[in-house]
């Protein structure tokens, strides 16, 4: 392996900008992209994923870690020769897929064997992202190491009772564990975004311990959250108009106390909820 160029001696020759509409921001503090890509750990027998690596400030030190494959999804063309130019100078075999990583099936990608997902997030598309991770089946991935505008990472490992607790935080222990690892200041990208950011490491729960119905988790969480302020009894009432049946019913069922609001319950109340959901449902 030979030194590529300085990140920013390759941007200025490929005339790159980051491209607001896309929600970019290049990650370019050297420091940080080597602790990001260390929390991925072992990876000598994974495929290695980075999703919208752009001029490839992430993309250096994940080759480095000399996993057994990399694989880089990226919609933005403009990037692909920089990337290309970059993969020449690492032994590691790069693969660059040109296309919407909301739309490739990583499953397909991957074959057989495990996968690590690393990436700084598009601002604009890390939550649909993320979710279509969760919701994978069966679960592709050993380990996600993401970074999101920090708000976001707080509502994925918010615990119950506090204000950032909700969908994402549930939909998120019904099949993973998750932590904040890093944080991240604006002044760490250019252009700096408005918000700070933070890391966070994502690992799948032994198979027996998922919940895996996670479109009836999304419904009763959608119905339940939406009208934070209210109980349960008034909040859960879509969700249980689109089951034909009440929200008394569906509480009962779970064994949760219809005064209560949304926000008191765990994640494991709103599983039993779900299952009740689904049951009344048929």
């Not at 494959?69 to 790069?94: C, H, K, N, Q, S």
């Not at 994925?156 to 099949?175: D, E, F, M, N, Q």
Request: glycine letters at 8%; one cysteine or more; charged letters at 25%.
């Amino acid at each position: 392996m030979t030194t590529p160029p300085p990140l920013r001696d390759m941007i200025a020759e490929y005339g790159l900008r980051a491209d607001k509409s896309f929600g970019q921001h290049f990650l370019l503090d050297l420091n940080l992209t080597g602790k990001i890509a260390s929390l991925c750990e072992d990876v000598s027998d994974v495929t290695l994923i980075e999703v919208g690596p752009g001029p490839g400030g992430l993309t250096r030190p994940l080759l480095e870690l000399g996993p057994k494959r990399m694989v880089a999804i990226e919609m933005d063309r403009r990037f692909i020769p920089a990337l290309e130019a970059t993969g020449e100078y690492y032994a590691t075999p790069f693969e660059i897929i040109e296309g919407d990583a909301l739309k490739v099936d990583e499953a397909a990608i991957i074959g057989d064997g495990p996968a690590i997902i690393a990436s700084n997030l598009p601002y604009n598309v890390g939550t649909p992202l993320f979710i279509k991770w969760l919701k994978a089946d069966p679960v592709f991935w050993r380990r996600l190491v993401l970074m999101f505008q920090k708000e976001v990472a707080e509502r994925i490992v918010a615990p119950v009772g506090s204000k950032s607790y909700g969908r994402l935080a549930i939909l998120t222990a019904a099949v993973a564990r998750a932590r904040i690892v890093l944080k991240a200041p604006a002044r760490a990208f250019t252009p700096p975004p408005k918000v700070e950011s933070a890391v966070i490491v994502v690992e799948p729960l032994p198979e027996g311990q998922r919940f895996t119905d996670l479109a009836a988790v999304e419904a009763v969480t959608e119905s339940a959250f939406g009208q934070r302020r209210k109980t349960l009894r008034k909040s859960l009432g879509v969700a249980a108009g689109r089951a034909n049946t009440s929200s008394e019913t569906l509480l009962t069922a779970a064994g949760i106390d219809p005064g209560a609001r949304a926000e008191t319950i765990p994640p494991d109340g709103f599983f039993a909820l779900a299952k009740a959901w689904r049951a009344a449902r048929g």
